[in-house]
């Protein structure tokens, strides 16, 4: 590469961060600006709003002054889209990685997949989205059905305490903390696996299956005791875990699954077990499991999720216009990276 991608940063909450130092020191990228969503956060500088050194860059809340930059590309990880942004950024003819459900192109409906389709067009500009899962955990799970002659159930298993992520806002739109019986508790519990039923169809054509249907189950443990987790509060009998599966249907049967545990902790019947990671098991012949786990058993969430789109972007600017996912980039890879 001749030179360095300009990228701007588009928030700095969890995944944000991660971004910014993932992009500091970054082989191939150059931060050049950032934009806050909090009033609070506009004039300071990004390295201090990210935990690393200031970086001589000003957080901003002008889209105009942003886009003048002429950025490559833009870091999307805000906590929900902003179509009208993505729209602006994306006829602008900068290209942009995302964290959210975008996958597919279908994942908010169809009126926005069409605004930005056309915004795309516009701009010559490609859409890409990824992420620890969904986004790349399912990629190691499409690597390693490479190796089966027979594949009868392909499932990605996410399985994590989340709460060392402490998202208030997050948690509570999933469900936690409800009552159990608040019908609200499995619509946002559904509405917040929209993702995942964004992704098995982008696994199912990976696949070369033609789904007839998409399931979801979940269930819930609730908490033995009231604990204050210090970001957020769980009553005692409210919500403080969920276990479900997504699951890409061909007759009834259930062939690709997006499986989760979340937890907040652990005082709370029933008390499912973790592992801490994500467990992919390619049931057929061979059957085949891989892990994907912290060696310090501390998996970094929000680097994870982060460092998938950042190590696309080359990919993703030289795309074709429109919304790309992995299917059509060449493997993202830590390339770059081995220093
Ligand atoms: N694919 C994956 O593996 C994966 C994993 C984790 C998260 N995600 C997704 O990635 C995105 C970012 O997650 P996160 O945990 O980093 O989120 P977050 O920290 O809660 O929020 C990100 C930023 O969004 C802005 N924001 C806050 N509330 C907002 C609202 N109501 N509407 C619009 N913007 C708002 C804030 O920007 P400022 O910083 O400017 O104030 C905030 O810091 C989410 O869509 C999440 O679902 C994906």
Redesign the pocket.
């Known amino acids: 590469m001749s030179r360095r991608l300009k990228v701007v940063q588009w928030?700095?909450?969890?995944?944000?961060s991660a971004a910014v130092r993932g992009i500091v020191g970054h082989p191939v990228l150059e931060l050049v600006g950032c934009?806050?969503?909090?009033p609070d956060?506009v004039g300071r500088d990004v390295g201090e709003?990210c935990g690393v050194e200031p970086l001589g860059i000003t957080?901003t809340d002008d889209v105009d002054a942003l886009l003048a930059l002429e950025p490559d590309c833009v870091v999307y990880?805000?906590?929900?889209?902003?179509f009208d942004h993505l729209e602006r950024i994306l006829a602008s003819g900068a290209n942009v990685v995302?964290?959210?459900?975008m996958l597919s192109g279908h994942g908010y409906g169809d009126e926005p997949s069409r605004r930005l389709r056309d915004a795309c067009e516009k701009g010559g500009s490609s859409l890409y989205?990824?992420?620890?899962?969904?986004?790349?955990a399912p990629m190691v799970a499409l690597a390693a059905s490479a190796m089966s002659r027979r594949i009868e159930r392909i499932s990605v298993l996410e399985s994590l305490d989340i709460t060392g992520?402490a998202?208030e806002?997050?948690f509570r739109a999933q469900g936690f903390d409800l009552e159990p019986d608040d019908p609200e508790a499995a619509r946002r519990c559904e509405a917040s696996c929209g993702?995942f039923k964004d992704q098995i169809p982008v696994m199912a054509r990976a696949l070369g299956v033609q789904l007839d249907g998409i399931g979801f189950t979940a269930e819930y443990a609730l908490a033995d005791d009231h604990t204050d987790f210090g970001f957020m509060t769980v009553g005692k009998g409210r919500i403080a875990g969920f276990r479900g599966t997504i699951s890409g249907l061909v007759q009834g049967r259930s062939v690709i699954e997006c499986r989760f545990v979340w937890k907040l902790g652990e005082a709370m019947t029933p008390n499912w077990p973790v592992t801490d990671g994500y467990v992919i098991e390619i049931e057929g012949d061979p059957g085949v499991r891989v892990k994907i786990e912290a060696i310090d058993g501390h998996l970094d969430?929000?680097t994870?999720?982060a460092m998938p789109v950042l190590n696309a972007v080359p990919a993703v600017c030289a795309a074709p216009p429109g919304t790309v996912n992995q299917m059509g980039l060449p493997f993202v890879t830590g390339a770059g990276q081995l220093r």
Do not use: C
């Open positions: 928030t700095t909450g969890k995944t944000g934009f806050a969503w909090s956060k709003l957080a990880t805000a906590y929900r889209p902003d995302a964290t959210m459900y989205t990824s992420g620890i899962y969904p986004g790349h992520y998202n806002q997050m993702s969430g929000a994870t999720t």
